[in-house]
């Protein structure tokens, strides 16, 4: 017997396909408020009903995809995952490993924790990193050497 996706096995997952977004060229301010825009989109995904504190995030592979991220809170509030390693982490996992920016947002435009920081260094290197409020009206661009004077490795 198979399953709506063809296999006999129930655990395989499907494969991810990539749609074709618009190219974003990190030279204009334009691109880069559309970049924040998708991270607003990934924001209103957060699953965030214990501090009520909802981030988003979109990463820009070197192909033009961007990839979500939103925190995602449990009880066990260890088991919690910021939005910043959920999209990097997503990222990884498709296969993606070279990647152009990072957008960030939040209510009052935080810097990533210093988990996050960490994963940024290992993983995405010195790429800029825009953080933005929830507005996305304004944002501050950063790099990781900046936010991580002192990484691990």
Do not use: W
Request: charged share 20%.
């Amino acid at each position: 017997m198979t399953n709506r996706l063809g296999s006999s096995n129930p655990n395989r997952i499907p494969k991810i396909t990539k749609t074709k977004s618009k190219k974003i060229n990190l030279d204009k301010e334009k691109d880069i408020k559309s970049l924040i825009k998708h991270a607003l989109k990934a924001q209103s995904n957060s699953k965030s009903k214990y501090s009520n504190f909802a981030v988003g995030c979109s990463l820009l592979c070197e192909d033009g995809t961007i990839i979500y991220g939103t925190n995602i809170e449990s009880a066990v509030y260890p088991s919690t995952l910021c939005a910043e390693r959920v999209a990097i982490y997503s990222a990884l996992s498709q296969g993606y490993s070279n990647f152009k920016a990072i957008a960030i947002v939040s209510d009052n435009a935080a810097k990533p924790c210093g988990s996050c920081r960490q994963i940024i260094y290992e993983y995405l290197g010195d790429i800029p990193i825009y953080i933005s409020d929830s507005k996305g009206s304004k944002h501050s661009t950063h790099i990781i050497k900046d936010l991580l004077p002192y990484p691990f490795g």
